[in-house]
């Protein structure tokens, strides 16, 4: 199973990308904060991959996925996001 796994969000973030895409895609306007360890357990095999693809698949969605391996990153993450 995916991150995406919920219909209403899936069609809340295909919304969200057809409202945008006429703009630059690198102006994401959703974003992910996924702990690594989180999204990764359970995986047998290629942590690494799986991750790579999880962030493919929502990147592609129109959401940037911005990774963190400990609550306590959140706080400075979320500030980077404030500036220009």
Not at 16 to 41: I, P, W, Y
Not at 56 to 65: A, I, K, S, T
Request: net charge positive; hydrophobic share 35%.
């Amino acid at each position: 199973m995916g991150i995406i796994a919920y219909p209403n969000l899936r069609s809340l973030l295909d919304f969200t990308r057809s409202e945008t895409s006429g703009k630059n895609q690198k102006d994401f306007h959703c974003f992910a904060f996924l702990m690594k360890d989180s999204v990764a357990e359970g995986v047998k095999g290629d942590k690494e991959q799986f991750l790579k693809e999880q962030r493919y698949m929502l990147e592609n969605l129109g959401v940037r996925v911005i990774w963190y391996n400990n609550h306590n990153e959140l706080p400075n993450l979320l500030n980077t996001l404030q500036k220009p």
